[in-house]
């Protein structure tokens, strides 16, 4: 089965500085990969998907994330913090379960935004 | 449009005790998810029905059943609720499975003492 690990439960960054948030996937095969978000209080929102179109991939709120298949990797970037992406995020990669395929998340990353 | 609507938001039970959460969608996505959220762990699939009619076991099925009533109506069962089965619960829907966006409602809390 599919998998994805994030690395670093919590990331803390200024406001202003650069976000990186990892997550690396398990596969030999190039899936779908897709970054959500999780604001307080709410369900997950989606960020960006990655399917193989672009190595880079823009989302919303100015995050995008690079698919590197050499390095099994889709992490999660913003050049500038704003303290509204203060969230938990979670990766997730497209997995076969029984024949259809279902999304497997990582255990995700709190986003601390300091002013 | 409401997209995928929860109910209840929040529940407590008693060990033993049985309940059934709610889930509507009105996109008319053929899939729909039951996900549960523990703090460090992520969100597991609990089951899932790819469509119409069908329901598969996800990751952690144990401890729990599912209905799809129709295209817009998946419900989750909980027949002897245990303590081990506090979380927040959320419902997802999609047009197909796969490679497509989930659509999440907004969350029930489920404590059982």
């Known amino acids: 089965a599919q998998s994805v690990t994030q690395l670093g439960s919590h990331v803390s960054v200024s406001e202003g500085a650069l976000v990186l948030l990892r997550c690396n996937y398990s596969?030999?095969?190039?899936?779908?990969l897709f970054w959500y978000v999780q604001y307080p209080n709410q369900g997950l929102q989606l960020l960006l998907k990655?399917?193989?179109?672009?190595?880079l991939v823009k989302g919303i709120n100015g995050f995008e994330a690079e698919f590197k298949k050499s390095e099994t990797s889709f992490h999660l970037t913003k050049p500038s913090a704003h303290m509204s992406d203060a969230a938990e995020y979670f990766c997730a990669v497209s997995s076969m379960n029984s024949g259809y395929s279902t999304l497997t998340f990582g255990k995700g990353t709190m986003l601390l935004v300091s002013p | 449009n409401a997209g995928v609507t929860q109910t209840p938001k929040f529940q407590v039970l008693k060990t033993g005790q049985s309940m059934t959460l709610q889930c509507a969608q009105d996109?008319?996505?053929?899939?729909m998810y039951w996900y549960r959220q523990d703090p460090g762990m992520g969100l597991r699939l609990i089951y899932y029905?790819?469509?119409?009619?069908?329901?598969d076991k996800g990751e952690v099925p144990n401890g729990y059943n599912v209905s799809r009533l129709n295209k817009r109506e998946f419900s989750l069962r909980l027949e002897s609720a245990a303590p081990s089965q506090t979380s927040v619960y959320f419902c997802?829907?999609?047009?197909?499975?796969?490679?497509?966006?989930?659509?999440f409602g907004s969350g029930t809390q489920l404590s059982v003492l």
């Open positions: 996109m008319n996505h053929n899939s």
């Open positions: 990655y399917t193989s179109a672009a190595t």
């Open positions: 997802a829907s999609s047009k197909q499975g796969g490679g497509e966006k989930l659509f």
């Open positions: 029905s790819a469509s119409e009619g069908t329901t």
């Open positions: 596969s030999s095969v190039p899936p779908y």
